[in-house]
């Protein structure tokens, strides 16, 4: 059964980088797959915020590629965001999924995904 659990801190001050680290059981992220990252802030709808492929490539969302960045440790098979310079308009519910292609925008949650982690970005 697989499973995608998310962790990092709950609150981030203004401009400093947002950092989530999505853990993986019963699959290998290595092997196949898509790994995603979502939010969705208060109010709002989803939004796709980037994907690193079993491959390793990686795919951003236009409006947040200047600040966004994925990794990945095979080692402990997890795959991390970097979101930087946050303000409070990155407030939101982030989700880590699993996908099977390349997916760019969701109008529900998708049914492989972590519980969700709230991030609240405050001074």
């Known amino acids: 059964q697989v499973q995608l659990q998310e962790s990092g801190p709950g609150l981030v001050k203004p401009s400093q980088t947002l950092s989530l680290t999505c853990t993986v059981s019963g699959e290998t992220i290595a092997t196949n797959y898509y790994w995603t990252w979502i939010r969705q802030p208060p109010g709002k709808g989803l939004e796709w915020m980037g994907t690193?492929?079993?491959?390793?490539?990686?795919d951003y969302s236009p409006s947040l590629k200047s600040r966004t960045s994925i990794s990945r440790d095979t080692s402990k098979n997890q795959f991390t965001l970097q979101l930087s310079s946050v303000t409070p308009e990155d407030t939101a519910v982030y989700y880590c999924a699993r996908e099977t292609r390349w997916v760019r925008s969701y109008a529900s949650l998708p049914i492989l995904r972590g519980q969700g982690t709230q991030v609240t970005v405050s001074s």
């Open positions: 690193i492929a079993y491959s390793g490539r990686t």
